[in-house]
Protein backbone atom coordinates (compact mmCIF):
# COMPACT_ATOMS: atom_id res chain seq x y z
CA UNK A 1 0.00 0.00 0.00
CA UNK A 2 1.32 3.32 -0.84
CA UNK A 3 -0.02 6.62 1.13
CA UNK A 4 0.24 9.58 -1.09
CA UNK A 5 -1.28 13.18 -0.38
CA UNK A 6 -3.41 14.77 -2.78
CA UNK A 7 -1.20 17.62 -4.50
CA UNK A 8 -1.73 17.89 -8.28
CA UNK A 9 -4.02 17.40 -11.34
CA UNK A 10 -3.19 13.13 -10.92
CA UNK A 11 -4.00 12.81 -7.14
CA UNK A 12 -6.58 15.00 -7.48
CA UNK A 13 -8.66 13.03 -10.21
CA UNK A 14 -7.96 9.61 -8.10
CA UNK A 15 -9.60 11.57 -5.07
CA UNK A 16 -12.48 11.72 -7.40
CA UNK A 17 -12.76 8.56 -9.05
CA UNK A 18 -12.38 6.26 -5.67
CA UNK A 19 -15.67 7.12 -4.50
CA UNK A 20 -17.40 6.45 -7.77
CA UNK A 21 -15.05 3.23 -8.28
CA UNK A 22 -16.45 1.83 -4.33
CA UNK A 23 -20.28 2.43 -5.66
CA UNK A 24 -20.36 1.68 -8.99
CA UNK A 25 -22.29 -2.03 -7.62
CA UNK A 26 -24.92 -0.38 -6.38
CA UNK A 27 -27.66 1.04 -8.44
CA UNK A 28 -28.86 3.99 -6.26
CA UNK A 29 -25.17 5.36 -5.58
CA UNK A 30 -25.26 9.14 -7.33
CA UNK A 31 -22.11 10.83 -7.88
CA UNK A 32 -21.41 14.10 -6.55
CA UNK A 33 -20.47 17.25 -9.26
CA UNK A 34 -16.51 17.24 -9.19
CA UNK A 35 -16.45 20.78 -9.26
CA UNK A 36 -18.68 20.74 -6.15
CA UNK A 37 -15.85 18.72 -4.24
CA UNK A 38 -13.17 19.99 -5.83
CA UNK A 39 -14.42 23.25 -4.35
CA UNK A 40 -13.89 22.00 -0.92
CA UNK A 41 -10.59 22.37 -1.10
CA UNK A 42 -10.09 25.62 -2.90
CA UNK A 43 -9.25 28.28 -0.72
CA UNK A 44 -10.86 30.78 -3.33
CA UNK A 45 -13.87 28.72 -3.55
CA UNK A 46 -14.73 27.76 0.46
CA UNK A 47 -14.58 30.50 3.44
CA UNK A 48 -13.53 27.86 5.60
CA UNK A 49 -9.67 28.31 4.60
CA UNK A 50 -10.30 32.26 6.62
CA UNK A 51 -10.25 29.82 10.10
CA UNK A 52 -7.92 26.55 8.96
CA UNK A 53 -7.00 24.69 6.62
CA UNK A 54 -7.19 21.21 5.27
CA UNK A 55 -5.30 17.97 3.93
CA UNK A 56 -5.59 14.73 1.34
CA UNK A 57 -4.62 11.79 1.38
CA UNK A 58 -5.48 8.82 -1.35
CA UNK A 59 -4.31 4.94 -1.07
CA UNK A 60 -3.14 2.74 -3.84
CA UNK A 61 -2.34 -0.63 -4.65
CA UNK A 62 1.34 -1.33 -5.75
CA UNK A 63 -0.39 -2.07 -8.70
CA UNK A 64 -1.32 1.94 -9.07
CA UNK A 65 -4.99 1.01 -8.13
CA UNK A 66 -6.12 3.42 -5.92
CA UNK A 67 -8.29 1.92 -2.58
CA UNK A 68 -8.90 4.91 -0.45
CA UNK A 69 -9.17 8.48 0.34
CA UNK A 70 -9.43 10.60 3.26
CA UNK A 71 -9.50 14.16 4.00
CA UNK A 72 -8.74 16.40 7.50
CA UNK A 73 -9.85 19.44 8.10
CA UNK A 74 -9.13 22.20 10.80
CA UNK A 75 -11.84 25.08 11.49
CA UNK A 76 -11.94 27.59 14.56
CA UNK A 77 -15.65 28.03 13.57
CA UNK A 78 -15.89 24.68 14.12
CA UNK A 79 -17.62 24.48 17.85
CA UNK A 80 -19.95 22.20 18.98
CA UNK A 81 -21.58 23.13 22.26
CA UNK A 82 -20.88 20.66 25.47
CA UNK A 83 -17.13 20.43 23.96
CA UNK A 84 -14.43 21.28 25.75
CA UNK A 85 -11.28 20.25 23.47
CA UNK A 86 -10.37 21.21 20.05
CA UNK A 87 -12.03 18.72 17.76
CA UNK A 88 -11.12 18.40 14.24
CA UNK A 89 -12.83 16.75 11.11
CA UNK A 90 -12.72 14.05 8.93
CA UNK A 91 -14.78 13.61 5.54
CA UNK A 92 -14.90 12.05 2.28
CA UNK A 93 -13.59 8.81 3.20
CA UNK A 94 -13.75 5.99 0.98
CA UNK A 95 -12.41 2.48 1.46
CA UNK A 96 -12.04 -0.87 0.33
CA UNK A 97 -13.74 -3.44 2.71
CA UNK A 98 -10.01 -3.94 4.71
CA UNK A 99 -9.88 -2.70 8.03
CA UNK A 100 -5.83 -2.18 7.25
CA UNK A 101 -6.71 0.13 5.01
CA UNK A 102 -8.82 1.85 6.73
CA UNK A 103 -6.77 2.39 9.76
CA UNK A 104 -3.70 3.93 7.42
CA UNK A 105 -6.44 6.37 6.16
CA UNK A 106 -7.69 6.99 9.57
CA UNK A 107 -4.21 7.27 11.60
CA UNK A 108 -2.77 9.59 8.35
CA UNK A 109 -5.88 11.77 9.64
CA UNK A 110 -5.34 11.89 12.99
CA UNK A 111 -1.61 12.18 13.39
CA UNK A 112 -1.98 15.42 11.23
CA UNK A 113 -4.68 16.81 13.52
CA UNK A 114 -2.78 16.24 16.47
CA UNK A 115 0.16 18.07 14.68
CA UNK A 116 -2.40 20.90 13.93
CA UNK A 117 -3.52 20.99 17.80
CA UNK A 118 -6.91 19.01 17.87
CA UNK A 119 -7.45 16.59 20.48
CA UNK A 120 -10.50 14.83 19.12
CA UNK A 121 -11.60 14.21 15.76
CA UNK A 122 -15.40 13.80 14.13
CA UNK A 123 -16.02 12.08 11.12
CA UNK A 124 -17.22 11.92 8.42
CA UNK A 125 -18.07 15.60 7.84
CA UNK A 126 -17.85 18.54 5.60
CA UNK A 127 -15.30 21.58 5.49
CA UNK A 128 -18.21 23.53 5.62
CA UNK A 129 -21.45 23.66 5.95
CA UNK A 130 -24.15 20.88 7.51
CA UNK A 131 -26.05 20.40 4.31
CA UNK A 132 -23.34 18.72 2.37
CA UNK A 133 -22.09 15.37 3.17
CA UNK A 134 -22.23 15.26 6.83
CA UNK A 135 -22.52 12.26 8.30
CA UNK A 136 -22.49 8.33 7.82
CA UNK A 137 -25.05 5.99 5.93
CA UNK A 138 -25.97 3.92 8.11
CA UNK A 139 -29.62 2.83 7.18
CA UNK A 140 -31.19 3.73 3.88
CA UNK A 141 -29.03 2.27 1.10
CA UNK A 142 -31.60 1.48 -1.34
CA UNK A 143 -32.82 4.55 -1.77
CA UNK A 144 -30.96 7.34 -4.06
CA UNK A 145 -29.61 10.16 -1.99
CA UNK A 146 -30.58 13.43 -2.60
CA UNK A 147 -28.35 16.07 -3.11
CA UNK A 148 -25.31 16.71 -1.08
CA UNK A 149 -26.28 13.55 1.08
CA UNK A 150 -23.18 11.35 1.77
CA UNK A 151 -24.08 7.77 0.39
CA UNK A 152 -21.62 4.59 1.14
CA UNK A 153 -21.53 0.87 1.21
CA UNK A 154 -22.71 0.05 4.29
CA UNK A 155 -19.78 -1.87 5.25
CA UNK A 156 -18.21 1.40 6.53
CA UNK A 157 -19.77 1.64 9.89
CA UNK A 158 -17.75 -1.65 10.98
CA UNK A 159 -14.50 0.00 9.84
CA UNK A 160 -15.06 3.39 11.91
CA UNK A 161 -16.08 1.43 15.09
CA UNK A 162 -13.84 -1.29 14.81
CA UNK A 163 -10.87 1.65 14.47
CA UNK A 164 -12.73 3.39 18.18
CA UNK A 165 -14.75 5.88 16.66
CA UNK A 166 -18.60 6.09 18.50
CA UNK A 167 -21.61 7.89 17.88
CA UNK A 168 -21.58 11.54 18.57
CA UNK A 169 -25.24 11.51 17.27
CA UNK A 170 -27.53 9.87 14.92
CA UNK A 171 -28.89 12.30 11.80
CA UNK A 172 -32.81 11.26 11.07
CA UNK A 173 -33.98 11.94 7.67
CA UNK A 174 -38.05 11.67 7.50
CA UNK A 175 -40.27 10.99 3.84
CA UNK A 176 -43.78 11.34 2.92
CA UNK A 177 -45.73 11.14 -0.16
CA UNK A 178 -46.23 14.59 -1.42
CA UNK A 179 -50.28 13.56 -1.61
CA UNK A 180 -50.45 11.78 1.67
CA UNK A 181 -53.31 13.51 3.53
CA UNK A 182 -52.25 16.18 6.16
CA UNK A 183 -53.31 15.10 9.92
CA UNK A 184 -56.67 16.97 10.52
CA UNK A 185 -54.80 19.18 13.10
CA UNK A 186 -53.57 20.85 10.20
CA UNK A 187 -56.73 22.04 8.29
CA UNK A 188 -58.09 23.25 11.87
CA UNK A 189 -55.40 25.17 12.39
CA UNK A 190 -55.48 26.14 8.81
CA UNK A 191 -58.93 27.77 9.45
CA UNK A 192 -58.29 29.07 12.90
CA UNK A 193 -55.52 31.19 11.05
CA UNK A 194 -57.46 32.01 8.09
CA UNK A 195 -59.87 32.96 10.12
CA UNK A 196 -57.50 35.59 12.15
CA UNK A 197 -56.94 39.29 10.59
CA UNK A 198 -53.11 39.78 10.12
CA UNK A 199 -52.23 36.48 9.53
CA UNK A 200 -51.15 35.51 5.85
CA UNK A 201 -49.27 32.59 4.55
CA UNK A 202 -48.12 33.13 0.70
CA UNK A 203 -45.30 31.37 -1.43
CA UNK A 204 -42.71 33.30 -2.97
CA UNK A 205 -41.59 34.69 -6.02
CA UNK A 206 -38.97 34.78 -8.13
CA UNK A 207 -39.10 38.39 -9.71
CA UNK A 208 -39.11 39.56 -5.91
CA UNK A 209 -36.12 37.22 -4.52
CA UNK A 210 -34.21 40.02 -2.89
CA UNK A 211 -37.76 40.58 -0.61
CA UNK A 212 -37.82 37.41 0.62
CA UNK A 213 -34.29 36.91 1.11
CA UNK A 214 -34.87 39.61 3.69
CA UNK A 215 -37.69 37.83 5.43
CA UNK A 216 -35.51 34.46 5.42
CA UNK A 217 -32.97 36.13 7.20
CA UNK A 218 -35.40 37.66 9.75
CA UNK A 219 -37.21 34.05 10.34
CA UNK A 220 -33.55 32.17 10.58
CA UNK A 221 -31.92 34.80 12.96
CA UNK A 222 -34.93 34.61 14.99
CA UNK A 223 -35.66 30.99 15.39
CA UNK A 224 -32.58 29.81 14.76
CA UNK A 225 -28.79 31.68 15.21
CA UNK A 226 -28.98 31.39 19.32
CA UNK A 227 -28.78 27.56 19.52
CA UNK A 228 -25.51 25.83 19.42
CA UNK A 229 -22.84 26.97 16.95
CA UNK A 230 -25.16 28.65 14.74
CA UNK A 231 -24.67 32.12 13.25
CA UNK A 232 -26.79 35.38 12.57
CA UNK A 233 -26.67 35.08 8.60
CA UNK A 234 -26.98 38.34 6.59
CA UNK A 235 -29.62 39.29 4.05
CA UNK A 236 -26.50 39.82 1.67
CA UNK A 237 -25.45 36.53 2.47
CA UNK A 238 -29.36 34.86 1.42
CA UNK A 239 -29.77 36.67 -1.45
CA UNK A 240 -26.32 35.16 -2.76
CA UNK A 241 -27.74 31.73 -1.75
CA UNK A 242 -31.66 32.92 -3.73
CA UNK A 243 -29.28 33.61 -6.87
CA UNK A 244 -27.23 30.56 -6.65
CA UNK A 245 -30.29 28.35 -6.42
CA UNK A 246 -32.46 30.44 -8.81
CA UNK A 247 -31.91 28.11 -11.78
CA UNK A 248 -33.51 25.39 -10.26
CA UNK A 249 -35.94 26.78 -7.67
CA UNK A 250 -39.53 26.38 -7.59
CA UNK A 251 -41.21 29.48 -6.09
CA UNK A 252 -44.38 27.27 -5.69
CA UNK A 253 -42.85 25.15 -2.97
CA UNK A 254 -40.95 28.11 -0.96
CA UNK A 255 -43.32 29.37 1.86
CA UNK A 256 -43.63 32.38 4.64
CA UNK A 257 -45.96 33.22 7.13
CA UNK A 258 -46.76 37.05 8.27
CA UNK A 259 -48.55 38.94 10.81
CA UNK A 260 -49.42 42.30 9.44
CA UNK A 261 -46.44 41.70 6.77
CA UNK A 262 -43.78 41.03 9.33
CA UNK A 263 -42.14 36.96 8.63
CA UNK A 264 -42.90 34.97 11.44
CA UNK A 265 -42.48 31.51 9.94
CA UNK A 266 -41.14 29.75 6.73
CA UNK A 267 -41.29 26.90 5.04
CA UNK A 268 -38.22 26.31 2.12
CA UNK A 269 -38.53 23.58 0.13
CA UNK A 270 -36.27 22.82 -3.20
CA UNK A 271 -36.60 19.92 -6.12
CA UNK A 272 -34.06 17.41 -5.09
CA UNK A 273 -31.54 18.12 -8.06
CA UNK A 274 -29.70 15.02 -8.08
CA UNK A 275 -32.63 13.40 -9.65
CA UNK A 276 -31.24 15.48 -12.75
CA UNK A 277 -27.29 15.52 -11.65
CA UNK A 278 -27.53 11.37 -11.49
CA UNK A 279 -27.58 11.44 -15.44
CA UNK A 280 -24.43 13.21 -15.25
CA UNK A 281 -21.74 11.21 -13.91
CA UNK A 282 -20.14 14.26 -11.91
CA UNK A 283 -19.48 16.28 -14.86
CA UNK A 284 -21.50 19.54 -15.09
CA UNK A 285 -20.61 21.29 -18.03
CA UNK A 286 -22.41 22.98 -21.01
CA UNK A 287 -24.28 19.96 -22.54
CA UNK A 288 -25.25 18.96 -18.81
CA UNK A 289 -26.91 22.81 -18.11
CA UNK A 290 -28.41 22.42 -21.37
CA UNK A 291 -29.64 19.08 -20.32
CA UNK A 292 -30.60 20.35 -17.21
CA UNK A 293 -32.62 23.43 -18.15
CA UNK A 294 -34.62 20.77 -20.49
CA UNK A 295 -35.29 17.97 -17.56
CA UNK A 296 -36.66 21.00 -15.64
CA UNK A 297 -39.11 22.35 -18.03
CA UNK A 298 -40.22 18.77 -19.08
CA UNK A 299 -40.69 18.26 -15.18
CA UNK A 300 -38.42 15.46 -14.66
CA UNK A 301 -37.54 15.75 -11.08
CA UNK A 302 -40.30 14.59 -8.80
CA UNK A 303 -38.99 14.46 -5.18
CA UNK A 304 -39.11 17.40 -3.00
CA UNK A 305 -36.23 18.48 -0.32
CA UNK A 306 -36.71 20.14 2.59
CA UNK A 307 -34.10 22.87 2.68
CA UNK A 308 -35.54 25.44 5.59
CA UNK A 309 -37.89 25.30 8.67
CA UNK A 310 -38.40 28.07 11.28
CA UNK A 311 -40.77 29.86 13.46
CA UNK A 312 -39.87 32.76 15.43
CA UNK A 313 -40.16 32.12 19.16
CA UNK A 314 -43.00 34.43 19.60
CA UNK A 315 -45.13 32.49 17.44
CA UNK A 316 -44.20 28.90 18.77
CA UNK A 317 -46.59 26.68 20.00
CA UNK A 318 -49.85 28.59 18.16
CA UNK A 319 -50.32 26.37 14.98
CA UNK A 320 -48.82 28.76 12.61
CA UNK A 321 -46.65 26.38 11.17
CA UNK A 322 -49.58 24.10 10.31
CA UNK A 323 -51.19 27.32 8.94
CA UNK A 324 -48.40 27.99 6.54
CA UNK A 325 -47.92 23.85 5.48
CA UNK A 326 -51.48 23.34 5.22
CA UNK A 327 -51.40 26.66 2.30
CA UNK A 328 -48.60 24.90 0.84
CA UNK A 329 -50.08 21.27 0.53
CA UNK A 330 -53.43 23.21 -1.02
CA UNK A 331 -51.54 24.36 -3.65
CA UNK A 332 -49.01 21.48 -4.83
CA UNK A 333 -50.98 18.06 -3.56
CA UNK A 334 -52.64 16.14 -6.16
CA UNK A 335 -51.64 17.96 -9.43
CA UNK A 336 -48.57 15.47 -10.70
CA UNK A 337 -45.59 18.13 -9.77
CA UNK A 338 -43.93 16.29 -7.01
CA UNK A 339 -44.67 12.91 -5.46
CA UNK A 340 -41.95 12.06 -2.93
CA UNK A 341 -41.08 14.75 0.24
CA UNK A 342 -37.91 13.95 2.19
CA UNK A 343 -36.67 16.16 4.53
CA UNK A 344 -33.12 17.14 6.06
CA UNK A 345 -31.52 15.54 8.23
CA UNK A 346 -32.37 16.24 12.16
CA UNK A 347 -29.98 15.19 14.71
CA UNK A 348 -30.82 13.25 17.84
CA UNK A 349 -29.99 16.23 19.80
CA UNK A 350 -33.13 18.15 18.24
CA UNK A 351 -35.99 16.32 19.55
CA UNK A 352 -38.67 19.21 18.99
CA UNK A 353 -37.57 19.26 14.67
CA UNK A 354 -37.64 15.72 14.66
CA UNK A 355 -41.07 16.07 16.57
CA UNK A 356 -42.16 18.41 13.80
CA UNK A 357 -41.33 15.76 11.43
CA UNK A 358 -43.38 12.83 12.92
CA UNK A 359 -46.51 15.68 13.33
CA UNK A 360 -46.50 15.79 9.27
CA UNK A 361 -46.95 12.33 9.09
CA UNK A 362 -43.36 11.77 7.94
CA UNK A 363 -41.72 7.96 8.37
CA UNK A 364 -38.27 7.63 9.16
CA UNK A 365 -36.12 6.83 5.24
CA UNK A 366 -32.77 6.71 6.53
CA UNK A 367 -30.09 7.34 9.41
CA UNK A 368 -26.83 8.64 8.98
CA UNK A 369 -24.11 9.08 12.14
CA UNK A 370 -21.41 11.48 13.04
CA UNK A 371 -18.65 9.49 14.72
CA UNK A 372 -16.59 11.36 17.49
CA UNK A 373 -12.89 9.59 18.23
CA UNK A 374 -11.38 11.05 21.02
CA UNK A 375 -7.22 10.87 20.93
CA UNK A 376 -6.89 10.69 24.67
CA UNK A 377 -8.52 7.03 24.69
CA UNK A 378 -8.51 7.95 28.79
CA UNK A 379 -10.82 10.63 28.32
CA UNK A 380 -14.65 9.70 28.77
CA UNK A 381 -16.72 10.14 25.81
CA UNK A 382 -19.83 11.88 26.01
CA UNK A 383 -22.23 12.13 22.89
CA UNK A 384 -23.73 15.48 21.58
CA UNK A 385 -26.15 17.29 24.22
CA UNK A 386 -29.75 17.81 23.28
CA UNK A 387 -30.50 21.13 21.87
CA UNK A 388 -31.94 23.88 24.68
CA UNK A 389 -35.15 25.60 23.55
CA UNK A 390 -35.92 29.33 25.13
Given at each position: ??L?E??D????T??L???AA??RH??S??R ?5 V ?5 P????QF???T??R??V ?9 R?A ?6 YI????DF?TG?I ?7 DQA?A ?11 TE????A ?5 N???RD???GL ?16 P?Y?E?L ?14 Y ?23 GY ?6 L ?15 A ?6 E ?12 F??M ?6 RV ?5 Y ?7 F?N ?5 Q??K??N??F??W ?9 K?GA ?6 L??G???KYQ??G ?11 L????G ?5 EM???GDW?P?ML???K?LG ?5 R??T??Y ?5 K ?6 E?E??
Amino acid sequence: MHLIEVTDSATTTSFLEVSAALNRHNPSYIRPLDNEVNDVFNPEKNKQFKYGTAKRWIVTTDEGETVGRIAAFTSSKYINKGTDFATGGIGFFDCINDQATANLLFDTARQWLTEQGMEAMDGPINYGDRDKWWGLMVEGFDREPMYGMSFNPDYYEALFTNYGFQNYYNQYYYSMKVDDPLPPRFAERHAKFKAKPGYEARHAKLSELEKYAGDFATVYNAAWAQHGENKEITKEQVIKLFNTMKPIMDERVVWFAYYKEEPIAMFINIPDINQYFKHFNGKFGLWQKLHLLWMKKTGACKRLTGLAFGVVPKYQALGIDSFMINECALLIQNRGWYYEYEMGWAGDWNPKMLNIYKSLGGVQSRRMVTFRYLFDRTKGFERHPEMEYK
